[in-house]
Structure formats: structure tokens, C-alpha cells
């Protein structure tokens, strides 16, 4: 599977002014935050790296210089910690809709680089918790089922190498909100560096 999505890397490419198709791939730093609301409250901070990948498709928007891109992502959000009782892990993987607007600010016959808002809707496929000496299954656990909304913002450059291609590297910035009431209160913090790839599909009238 991680073959297929590294040769689609390399041959999906687009430019920011026309229809396109995009593939990005790298690496997500997440902070988890963990409170159980207990009478004797215990607050546990861990952290770690993942997976994280999106394909998607890109459309020219009226304005000029703006663009909106929907896509769908799987990312990998996994951590560790320890507090003064316990050992935690964490390892999950979410399925998710993204879609975003994005505004490039800069330009040059090689080199753009845009900005970039919206919003990813996911949820777990999959999730495994290992406490000291026990583990569970975490896709039926309230705190991490369910729909979650995560604001994302992000910067994004693109390198021209062919016609109808560009390379990328970016960076987004995203945090979690779950719409489950539950006491235990799970949210996370993500950084993401992203490799990618874009394939224009036609040429944009304003080019």
C-alpha cells in the first residue's frame, strides 16, 4: 500500500491556477491532551509522531489568486506518556474529508507559495491503547469515536519542474474538537510537514 501511495507521489502534480489533482504525504507531530474529571483528577500529557496522507482535487475560484481543494486524508495520531501511576500508548489512524481555501501570495515563474484555511472532518478506523499491562480497543471508546472537527491552517510552496508539474512542501497546524460529550476529556494538537505531489488537469485563463 505505502508503494502505491509513494509512485502516485511521484506522478501527481498541479498548479495553483487550474483544476488539479494533488497527492501530499509526511508526518504528524501531535500533543495529546488527557483529563479525566474524577475527584481525584489526573492529567496526562503525551506526544508522538505519525503518518499522515491526502489526495485530493484542486478548482480555481472566482477571485483571483484563491482556490478551494477538497480531499481526503488518513493520518496517524499516535503518542506516549507517563504519569506518577501509569504508562500510556497510543496508536490510531482516522479517516477523514478535508477541505480548505487556499490564497497564493506569492509567485514566480519557478516558485509559488500560498496560505491555506478549512476544516477536516474524520473519524477512527482504527485505535489501540496499551495501559501498563492491558490493552484496549479504542474505535468504540467515546473519547476518540465519533465525528472529529479539526480547523486547519497551513503554508504551502510549490517548485515548477515540467509543464503541467510542481513539487510542494508545506506545513499545517491543526486542533482536534470532538462532538461526543464525554468527562474525559481527549483533544490533540498536530503539526504536519507534508511532501507532495500536483498533476494540472487544463490550463487556467488567467495564465
Given at each position: 500500500?505505502?508503494?502505491?501511495?509513494?509512485?502516485?507521489?511521484?506522478?501527481?502534480?498541479?498548479?495553483?491556477?487550474?483544476?488539479?489533482?494533488?497527492?501530499?504525504?509526511?508526518?504528524?507531530?501531535?500533543?495529546f491532551s488527557y483529563k479525566n474529571i474524577?475527584?481525584?483528577?489526573?492529567?496526562?500529557?503525551?506526544?508522538?509522531?505519525?503518518?499522515?496522507?491526502?489526495?485530493?482535487y484542486t478548482l480555481p475560484l472566482k477571485y483571483k489568486d484563491f482556490s478551494w481543494s477538497s480531499s481526503?486524508?488518513?493520518?496517524?495520531?499516535?503518542?506516549?506518556?507517563?504519569?506518577r501511576n501509569n504508562n500510556l500508548e497510543w496508536k490510531t489512524s482516522y479517516f477523514g474529508l478535508q477541505n480548505t481555501i487556499d490564497y497564493q501570495f506569492y509567485d514566480s515563474f519557478y516558485f509559488f507559495i500560498s496560505a491555506q484555511a478549512g476544516l477536516n472532518l474524520s473519524t477512527i478506523?482504527?485505535?489501540?491503547?496499551q495501559l501498563n499491562n492491558s490493552t484496549n480497543n479504542l474505535t468504540s471508546h467515546k473519547d476518540f469515536s465519533g465525528l472529529i472537527i479539526q480547523p486547519?491552517?497551513?503554508?504551502?510552496?510549490?517548485?515548477?519542474?515540467?509543464k503541467s508539474g510542481y513539487l510542494s512542501l508545506g506545513c499545517?497546524?491543526?486542533?482536534?474538537?470532538?462532538?461526543?460529550?464525554?468527562p474525559e476529556k481527549v483533544s490533540f494538537n498536530t503539526f504536519q510537514i507534508l511532501f507532495g505531489g500536483y498533476f494540472e488537469l487544463n490550463k487556467d485563463k488567467h495564465l
Open positions: 500500500m505505502r508503494k502505491i501511495l509513494l509512485l502516485l507521489t511521484l506522478l501527481m502534480c498541479s498548479s495553483i491556477y487550474a483544476q488539479g489533482v494533488f497527492f501530499k504525504m509526511g508526518k504528524n507531530y501531535t500533543s474524577t475527584p481525584q483528577t489526573e492529567k496526562i500529557k503525551i506526544s508522538g509522531t505519525g503518518s499522515s496522507y491526502e489526495l485530493g481526503i486524508t488518513l493520518n496517524d495520531y499516535n503518542a506516549t506518556g507517563e504519569s478506523i482504527y485505535g489501540k491503547q486547519v491552517l497551513g503554508v504551502n510552496g510549490k517548485y515548477f519542474i515540467s499545517n497546524f491543526t486542533k482536534s474538537m470532538s462532538l461526543n460529550p464525554t
